[in-house]
């Protein structure tokens, strides 16, 4: 069964940048369409960015256009999320899904059946 262990989140001033990085294990990642999405206090979960089992597709959620970038390295079953020019409304919980045999990805939490845990990302002066 695939497991999935984000990593990277923290503290970053705002237009900062991170790296968001999400291992798996226990499975081979590229049988996986890859999400990511987030959480804040208070608020329902939001798709963020997904990527396609072959990496020749991606989506982003309009926040997040042009300052993310979602990109995965099969053959180290790794998928990242560059976040540059970082703002507080990004603060969230950052979590990594994943959804076995589908070539596609999906901005909706229900298409994944593999979560990690998730890391948490704050944006504060």
């Known amino acids: 069964q695939l497991q999935l262990v984000e990593s990277g989140g923290g503290l970053v001033q705002p237009g900062g940048s991170l790296r968001l990085s999400c291992p798996a294990s226990g499975s081979t990642l590229d049988y996986y369409a890859v999400g990511w999405f987030r959480q804040a206090p208070g608020k329902e979960r939001e798709g963020v960015s997904c990527i396609s089992r072959s990496g020749g597709s991606t989506n982003y959620a309009d926040s997040v256009k042009g300052r993310f970038t979602i990109s995965r390295d099969n053959a180290k079953n790794m998928v990242y999320l560059q976040m540059n020019s970082l703002k507080p409304e990004d603060t969230a919980v950052y979590y990594c899904?994943?959804?076995?045999?589908?070539?596609?990805?999906?901005?909706?939490?229900?298409?994944?059946?593999?979560w990690g845990q998730g890391t948490q990302v704050t944006v504060s002066s």
């Open positions: 899904a994943a959804v076995l045999k589908r070539f596609a990805c999906a901005m909706t939490s229900s298409f994944y059946g593999s």
